[in-house]
């Protein structure tokens, strides 16, 4: 198979879950706000009050998308950020209320970005309780009611896990710990979620939800934290007093109008353009599973508790990261989890927590789409795979074995 191609070398993006390529209609509304309208928006002259008058608009858009008001979106650097105010911000002010209040509930199939808040907790006194998932990642409901005491002060479960695609239960999860204890604060991850299903916050009965621009076609360096109203969480920053003190520091005013803009342009097409999503997903998966030997679908059978845009497989006898090199090689770009964990070279903890073996988890690979992807890209994708795995297998020291 050649790597180049006479009309040009053309790659394929295949990895939407870690981040996306930038919408037009946000590219464009953004760029008066790096040119003519460059105020601080914390500046009391006209330019300022243009600046600010763009973020009031894109937090109008941002609400809006998740049913939320505007003065419950906090604007942050990114969705990392947003979990970390959100979980030990939680976390410290309800043991600062009460000291009674040092534990925490999450699962352990989490995004690093709660893992390790967590663990800078547990090393500041807190107690954490991670819960299992089952083989489709899915929470233990009966673990979680258990976990919950008196001295719970913060529960943080996600709504989308951002490798396998497992939706949960979250509504329910919410119900399960209301029941137990009506003053405990639940947060939920909703970075990969956002845009590929549609989310009311108030249906949900979360107090706090994690947003990520990147992942729905803006630009990267802006995120969002909702904070229900009357929900109180601690600064981890010090500074200025921006976002109502909660984020210090002078806010990216251009990242966050073209976050609000593809906020807006999702809120109309988000069903259309998932319907079309789910059709490639669903006919990548089917053409994998058939083809290639030994390849399997990882994740929840039933459509309603998977992402539209997320295929995880495992290729037995295959080294996943080999398996990355090798397809990139050939203009196929894709991963084999979280973008954020991959320079720490650590197996994931998700399919791990998922009852997966190290073969398994050697050998996964996430193709991730998104709208601007094809059919004609799609089966070039699958033509580069079963080139790729089949190369691989020839050379691995597992291909004789029988499973």
Known sequence: M??????????????????????DEAFKEMIPYLT?????????HALGYESNKGMNIARKRV???????????????????????AVKGAAYYARKQNSRKNHVVTSAIEHDAVMESCLDLENNGFEVSYMPVNRDGLVDKEKLEESI????????????????GTIQPIQELVRIVRQRSADILFHTDAVQALGKIRINCNELGVDLMTLSSHKINGPKGVGGLYLREGSKVISLTSGGGQEGYLRSGTENVHGI???????????????????????LRDYLVKRIVNEIPLAR???????????????HFTFLGVNGEDLLIKIDEYGVAASTGSACSVRKQKESHVLRAMGFGLPEISGSLRLSLGPYNTKDEIDRGIAVLKVAVAELREVSPLKNTSH
């Open 2 to 23: 050649s790597r180049q191609e006479d009309s040009g070398f053309r790659r394929i993006y295949l990895d939407n879950a870690a981040s996306t390529p930038i919408m």
């Open 36 to 44: 003519a309208y460059y105020g601080n928006p914390s500046s009391l």
């Open 63 to 85: 609400s809006s998308i998740i049913g939320a008001k505007p003065s419950e979106i906090i604007f942050t650097g990114s969705g990392t950020e947003a979990d970390n105010i």
């Open 149 to 164: 005491s008196e001295k719970t002060a913060v529960v943080s479960i996600m709504l989308a896990n951002n490798e396998i």
């Open 257 to 279: 109008v073209g976050f609000g803009k593809a906020c807006e342009v999702l809120m109309q097409r988000i069903d259309s353009i998932n319907k079309e999503v789910r059709k």
């Open 297 to 311: 679908y990882n994740g929840p059978c039933e459509p309603n508790f998977r992402l539209p845009n997320i295929a």
